[in-house]
């Protein structure tokens, strides 16, 4: 019954016992609906049969309510509605309560993509993974704007407030991987901020989180661990290819030659670049400098003016080791290898 | 129209507001005949509405397809923002009650103008200037932040928002003078004989109606206009990254917006109280139901605004007071449907075309409603929050209630307007299209919020690919039906045979004058002995007076 309802209200997969309990609300209140509005097209449908005009000269009698039809009229959709919200209400003040076990994820948001962070430091972009059966609680934030952190198959949504923490929290109940999306405007690439919620075994996940915890799995997200000393680097364009994932810079300029929402990084050393002014410049390690820093100076004909500024957040050899890494992108070695593809464990698509 | 009774024999008026004093350009821009001004308004709205349209059909077809389809992501984001400055603030904000409360309130309280017709005519001019303020923005940049605004997006995107700002900033003003203009209107100029249990249902609407806009119009302007300042200038207002706050924005912006819902809605309600009494020759059921539900909306339209909050960290506490004083709204409006309804018992019911569109609009309101009080229940809103379950929602309410009713305005009072009638069987091939073509519209998009996909997505997963295919088609069919109504209304201005002045016996105060009226609405002021919704027996043995042709100085 659940899963014909389900399926034929379009609902997504049930992930956890809050989504079923909710989806049984929205059964409740899908039926009561259309036993209501049924009965009333029913009768009027009934009145323009049973009372269509017969002649041009009709007339009608004149008819007034009793008081208790305006009673049975405020009091019917009361009585449902109130029990909706008898129901609904409970439902949402668990959905605020998380409860005192659960375990901690920090989201963030940012244009236009979802960082993790787990207490022991590792953290991944777009990709959350959590044990099934224990619940979890996020506490969520932005860095930007407004974003809004929605699981449809959980049926959990939050707003991601920049300057503030919000929370919500639930419990998977088995392995699996399930669509994250931003629900809340938040400019160019909105409909692009897709992230993936893996549910894993809970043995898989403790496993995952130690080799986390190790370091050594950086490269598996494609971030490395938040509050990590520098690691010294041993090679300057190995170091530049780490911070351009932790900077989130592959969400927008793809290392393999394809048109992403910032130009690619394949060739952009030395190219001349037509600016949007009309203007064009040579792509030297200048002009590469000056458009983390301050992006919306010169933009290249054809882009939006959606970078944010680097000032601040990237130390000079950061900046200097990202520019190392894109003069590193040359067509020749792209060909030779397999194709580098974004750094974050890519998200298969339903 | 085959008029049954001998005397109906339709006569074109030949003085009337649209021939007197002048019909040249300049007797309409400086005039202050409130039919006249109500008519500059309808076209106006009406050319707003089909630049919306257009907008949304684009929208559309963007959306037939996964990924790119016709334009990039960019021009997306902001046509849909300017759909939705364009349908709110520049059509169904003023279409019902600017245009057609204009033309008929005094008309419908025996009255010979609005209080201050001077202060009308400003109130157009500052309509007209808002859109060109407005879209002189939308076409030097275009806004991407959606017609909410929402802060910090709105105050540190690279787009030009301060422009439509201030258009929407103007357009409040006009809201304004219009509102207050209704109210002292209704409060000192009813003919005698119009206490307060006769004034037409159409009037109380719009009296409701413009209570909301004298109260919460305000507060739109101040907040628009800090969101215009911190955008220009840079001030911490909304913006944490400066020390604001950006939730203090949602709560300013939907104290109006909320309410707003119902600056459009309670005109449609008003045009559909006429309308059901009309075509199905009955007095109202439940009169003051009807009339005192109005105010009620009003009311408690100003304590809902925190339902759009639910996931915005709001606190458990805040999120149930909002959900319950929300529901209160859906029992005023179930009152007037279960009035409506009742009214047609024992009715003679004509199935003209405003008839048509009052059954489309039943069943929209009916099912807009319905998802309206689920949204409101909290748990079930946190998953249909921003996703197109709320978009199939509000256009069930906004377009499919307020469309529904100015098109069957438009027609249940072009004769009145024009002295014309238009094409009946046109008439109902366009309604047909219009609902059956806003059905298949806007039902995928339920199944679409249920599926979960956010709204003013510019792309989407494949999975969510066939119910928009649907949901273009609908519009396809909704974009041709209004394309008819447009043509033969056009076709009609000029063409339309002869309507007589009261082609529908309605018993409406509005048809005791000449159609097209008089430029001083009646000859003298009427007096009146019966109810403007009474078709019993008694009233209507003695079919109801109908002002005398004005005669030819011969």
């Known amino acids: 019954m659940n899963d014909l309802l389900r399926r034929m209200l379009f609902l997504p997969d049930q992930a956890s016992d809050y989504a079923r309990q909710v989806d049984g609300l929205h059964y409740f209140v899908i039926i009561t609906t259309m036993v209501a509005a049924a009965g009333v097209f029913a009768t009027a449908i009934y009145f323009f049969v049973r009372y269509r005009r017969r002649s041009d000269t009709d007339v009608t009698p004149r008819v007034e309510p009793k008081a208790i039809h305006e009673v049975i009229f405020v009091g019917l959709p009361l009585a449902f509605f109130l029990v909706w919200f008898a129901i609904g209400f409970p439902q949402f003040a668990k959905l605020q309560t998380p409860p005192k076990d659960a375990m901690d994820v920090y989201v963030q948001g940012k244009k236009w993509m979802w960082k993790f962070a787990y207490p022991g430091g590792p953290n991944s972009l777009d990709v959350l993974r959590v044990p099934a059966g224990r619940p979890v609680r996020l506490l969520i934030t932005s860095r930007d704007v407004i974003h809004s952190f929605y699981v449809p198959a959980l049926r959990v949504k939050q707003d991601a407030l920049p300057g503030r923490y919000t929370q919500t929290w639930f419990s998977a109940d088995r392995p699996g991987r399930y669509e994250i999306f931003c629900a809340e405007y938040c400019g160019l690439a909105h409909s692009g901020m897709i992230g993936e919620l893996v549910v894993m075994p809970p043995e898989e996940f403790d496993q995952w989180l130690a080799t986390q915890g190790r370091g050594v799995a950086g490269s598996q997200d494609g971030t490395p661990i938040a509050g990590e000393p520098v690691r010294p680097a041993s090679n300057v364009i190995e170091e530049g290819r780490r911070l351009a994932g932790e900077q989130g810079c592959l969400k927008c300029h793809s290392v393999d030659g394809t048109r992403h929402i910032g130009p690619t990084w394949v060739d952009l050393y030395q190219r001349n670049e037509k600016l949007q002014s009309g203007k064009s410049v040579q792509a030297d390690e200048g002009y590469l400098t000056k458009s983390m820093m301050d992006p919306a100076a010169d933009i290249v004909a054809g882009y939006q003016n959606v970078m944010p500024t680097y000032q601040g957040k990237l130390a000079p050899p950061e900046a200097a080791a990202i520019v190392e890494f894109i003069k590193s992108l040359k067509t020749p070695a792209v060909q030779s290898g397999p194709s580098e593809g974004p750094v974050y464990e890519s998200i298969p698509r339903k | ?554």
């Open chain 2, 1 to 554: 129209m085959s008029p049954s009774h001998a005397s109906d024999v339709p006569v074109y008026n030949p003085r009337n507001y649209l021939n007197s004093p002048a019909t040249g350009l300049k007797s309409w821009l400086l005039t202050q005949d409130h039919k006249r001004i109500g008519v500059m308004f309808l076209v106006a709205a009406s050319v707003f509405f089909a630049v919306g349209g257009l907008f949304a059909m684009l929208i559309r077809i963007e959306l037939l397809t996964p990924g790119p389809t016709i334009m990039d992501a960019m021009t997306y984001n902001r046509l849909f923002t300017l759909h939705g400055v364009v349908m709110i603030f520049l059509f169904m904000i003023p279409a019902i009650p600017s245009g057609f409360g204009n033309f008929l309130v005094p008309l419908m309280l025996g009255a010979k103008d609005v209080a201050f017709p001077k202060l009308n005519l400003l109130s157009f001019y500052l309509y007209m200037l808002g859109a060109v303020v407005a879209l002189y923005g939308m076409i030097h940049g275009g806004a991407d932040t959606g017609w909410t605004f929402y802060t910090p997006y709105s105050t540190t995107t690279v787009t030009k928002v301060v422009p439509i700002l201030l258009g929407a900033f103007i357009l409040g003003f006009s809201s304004i003078l219009t509102g207050l203009n209704f109210i002292v209107t209704t409060h000192t100029m009813r003919a005698p004989g119009i206490g307060w249990n006769r004034v037409p249902l159409f009037v109380w609407s719009i009296y409701a109606t413009s209570i909301i806009q004298i109260l919460a119009t305000p507060v739109l302007g101040m907040t628009l206009l800090l969101v215009a300042v911190e955008n220009a200038f840079g001030w911490g207002i909304f913006d944490p990254a400066r020390g604001g706050d950006p939730v203090l924005f949602q709560h300013f912006f939907w104290f109006y917006s909320h309410p707003a819902v119902y600056i459009m809605v309670l005109p449609a309600m008003a045009v559909i109280s006429e309308v059901v009494c009309a075509f199905s020759r009955k007095n109202i059921f439940g009169y003051k139901a009807v009339a005192y539900s109005s105010l009620g909306i009003a009311f408690v339209g100003f304590f809902t605004w925190g339902h759009h909050l639910f996931v915005s960290g709001q606190s458990a506490f805040d999120a149930g007071v909002f959900g319950v004083l929300s529901m209160f709204v859906g029992i005023f409006t179930a009152i007037k449907v279960f009035n409506w309804t009742a009214t047609l018992y024992q009715g003679s019911i004509a199935f003209k075309t405003p008839f048509a569109y009052f059954v489309g609009f039943l069943f929209f309101l009916v099912f807009g409603g319905m998802t309206g009080v689920a949204v409101a229940t909290v748990s079930l809103d946190v998953h249909w929050h921003d996703t197109y379950f709320v978009v199939a929602h509000f256009h069930f309410i906004m377009v499919g209630a307020t469309v529904m009713a100015f098109l069957a305005a438009l027609h249940y009072w072009f004769p009145k307007i024009t002295g014309r009638m238009y094409p009946e069987g046109w008439g109902l091939v366009g309604a047909v299209m219009v609902i059956l073509g806003f059905n298949f519209t806007f039902i995928p998009q339920f199944l679409l919020g249920n599926e979960g996909m956010p709204r003013r997505y510019f792309s989407y997963p494949e999975r969510f690919w066939a119910l928009n295919v649907a949901s273009t088609a609908g519009a396809s069919v909704l974009a041709m039906g209004l394309v008819i109504v447009l043509v033969y209304l056009l076709i009609s201005l000029k063409w339309g045979p002869i309507a007589g002045p009261n082609p529908w016996h309605s018993r409406g105060y509005e048809w005791d004058t000449a159609s097209p009226p008089l430029p001083e609405n009646f000859e003298e002021t009427p007096v009146y002995t019966r109810g403007p919704h009474e078709y019993d027996e008694d009233s209507y043995a003695n079919p109801p007076p109908v002002a005398p042709e004005p005669k030819h100085a011969s």
